[in-house]
């Protein structure tokens, strides 16, 4: 029987070969439209720092909370400020 962590370490590995892989094939055409959606995704992850942060605990549990919601926050800004910077990339130029 394996154990939890190495559960969690085989979860881990197998999910990055697949994603690695899955990304691999995505023609360049697409990169922007899923970065955006990746993007949206992640602001899943910061509605759970706020909940880390709100949860009732110590002053650690309260600061890693504080540090995943400013990690989170600053992850899903620059995420969409990069896909806007790339969507402006692909504008017809005016003349």
């Known amino acids: 029987m394996l154990s939890p962590l190495m559960v969690d370490i085989y ?3 197998l999910a990055s070969f697949v994603g690695f892989e899955l990304i691999r094939k995505v023609p360049p055409t697409l ?10 995704i992640t602001g899943i ?4 720092a706020l909940v880390a ?5 110590g002053m650690i549990t ?6 995943a919601v ?8 620059g995420g969409f ?12 130029k005016e003349k």
């Open 11 to 13: 979860v881990l590995m």
């Open 53 to 57: 942060a709100g949860h009732e605990g």
């Open 62 to 67: 309260k600061f890693l909370g504080l540090l």
């Open 81 to 92: 400020m990069l896909t806007d910077r790339m969507l402006k990339m692909f504008r017809k």
């Open 45 to 48: 992850s910061l509605v759970g």
């Open 70 to 77: 400013i990690s989170a926050a600053i992850n899903v800004v």
């Open 31 to 40: 990169h922007t439209p899923l970065m955006s959606g990746t993007n949206a």
